[in-house]
């Protein structure tokens, strides 16, 4: 967990909590599975997966959804832009050298920012960034998805608390799964628990306790209207 202020928080400290994040992602899993090394390539193909889940979400003037009217949603819009930059943090702690924290910085990109820029550019921004992701270049590609951020009148704090917000949410997901682990119960229920603690965050009102003595439907339906923060 992070103590720091919001305003106050560095990418230094948010490649700290990804690192946490990816530690435990890549555990062996309940059923045996073991997840391979990932590569390059599966970090931009995973950020080229949440942007294009992002895309989907903008409204219609610039969605490419276009056969049927699109309700925007800014929650889930800056649910989607945060996600990908999980993704960026994953390809920045694969890379060793201390430059990179201080080039890299948000606070720098985010101020120096040309306030007042045309929506009009996004599509630009949008092209470039993929241009950039798939020449390997994720470095500017990062810059690309600030622009973005800014374009569509998110702030650097919005973003790092949205970060923060689905860090906690995940880590209380693997704190449970180790409590699980101690409990006796059978592997087929302790596999139900875990699944069905991945929805458990502090908005939502459900106890642990929940997850075992309320039946699947009863929890699916509580936690139906939190589905986007578990999309991939």
């Known amino acids: 967990m992070i103590s720091k202020d919001i305003k106050d928080i560095k990418l230094a400290d948010l490649l700290k909590l990804q690192k946490q994040i990816d530690e435990e992602l890549n555990k062996p899993k309940e059923d045996g599975f073991i997840p391979r090394e990932r590569v390059l390539?599966?970090?931009?193909?995973?950020?080229?997966?949440?942007?294009?889940?992002?895309?989907q979400e903008l409204p219609n003037e610039y969605n490419f959804i276009t056969y049927f009217p699109k309700?925007?949603?800014?929650?889930?819009?800056?649910?989607?832009?945060?996600?990908?930059?999980?993704?960026?943090l994953e390809c920045f702690n694969s890379t060793d050298g201390e430059w990179l924290i201080e080039f890299f910085e948000l606070d720098k990109w985010f101020d120096n920012f040309r306030e007042g820029i045309e929506i009009k550019y996004l599509r630009k921004e949008i092209i470039d960034f993929k241009m950039e992701l798939w020449s390997s270049d994720y470095g500017r590609a990062f810059f690309n998805w600030?622009?973005?951020?800014?374009?569509?009148?998110?702030?650097?704090?919005e973003v790092i608390k949205t970060y923060i917000s689905?860090?906690?949410?995940?880590?209380?997901?693997?704190?449970?799964?180790?409590?699980?682990?101690?409990?006796?119960?059978?592997?087929?229920?302790?596999?139900?628990?875990?699944?069905?603690?991945?929805?458990?965050?502090?908005?939502?009102?459900l106890k642990k306790e929940d997850f075992i003595t309320k039946s699947d439907v009863e929890i699916d339906e509580a936690v139906e209207k939190y589905n986007y923060l578990w999309e991939k």
């Open 71 to 88: 309700e925007s949603n800014r929650t889930k819009e800056l649910i989607k832009l945060t996600n990908i930059l999980f993704f960026f």
């Open 166 to 205: 689905k860090y906690e949410l995940i880590m209380k997901h693997y704190e449970i799964r180790e409590e699980v682990e101690k409990m006796e119960m059978t592997r087929e229920e302790k596999v139900r628990f875990i699944k069905k603690s991945a929805w458990y965050f502090e908005g939502l009102e």
């Open 146 to 157: 600030i622009h973005i951020c800014k374009l569509r009148n998110f702030t650097k704090e």
């Open 41 to 55: 390539l599966d970090r931009i193909l995973s950020i080229d997966n949440c942007f294009q889940k992002w895309l």
